[in-house]
């Protein structure tokens, strides 16, 4: 068993981190900031683009029972990698889709992958995708992590964050936990 660690940002960090929590192999995904320039980061100052960072969830994985490679598809699956610096609704460079590379292989694959989707037109568009090297991870606050799961019932977990979920339990149920 390697533990490897992966940071995806993919839109509002709720849907990604509820998502990759349920992922067999998956140790523990956590919502956080990262990609910007400032030495710090908490919600308010990255909501207000006074950062540079991004919404990411940055997870830490077995790679003897899930590939960099999965956790890329997975996360291809779960936001549109075409809109640039959005996701729906939420609009600003704290939303854009970026895989932060942890080494070169990491680099090697997401990149093998973006042109594979890209040869096959997965998408209507072209990807967006930003590759960047990782940086300072800054977790979110606590009330962030699981937020889906403790709220359910809240608006935009109901219409944003559920219908995702379902639409991934159902493609990748191979991939869940088997307690998911």
């Not at 100052?45 to 919404?55: I, K, L, N």
């Not at 990411?56 to 936001?79: A, E, G, I, K, T």
């Not at 070169?104 to 096959?120: G, H, K, Y």
């Amino acid at each position: 068993m390697a533990i490897q660690t992966a940071t995806f940002g993919a839109g509002c960090f709720w849907c990604i981190e509820a998502a990759m929590n349920q992922l067999n192999g998956v140790i523990v995904a956590l919502s956080g900031y990262m990609g910007g320039s400032a030495d710090s980061a908490n919600y308010q100052r990255v909501c207000d683009g006074d950062t540079g960072h991004a919404e990411v969830v940055q997870l830490q994985f077995d790679d003897s029972l899930l590939s960099f490679q999965q956790l890329c598809l997975v996360f291809f699956s779960l936001h549109d990698p075409t809109q640039l610096n959005r996701q729906g609704h939420d609009i600003g460079s704290q939303y854009r889709s970026v895989i932060f590379y942890h080494n070169d292989e990491q680099r090697d694959l997401a990149l093998q992958i973006i042109n594979q989707l890209s040869a096959e037109q997965v998408f209507d568009a072209a990807i967006v995708t930003e590759l960047s090297p990782a940086s300072a991870f800054f977790v979110a606050e606590e009330y962030h992590q699981g937020y889906f799961l403790q709220h359910p019932g809240q608006g935009y977990c109901q219409v944003v964050v559920a219908p995702k979920l379902a639409k991934f339990r159902q493609r990748y149920q191979e991939l869940l936990k088997h307690d998911a």
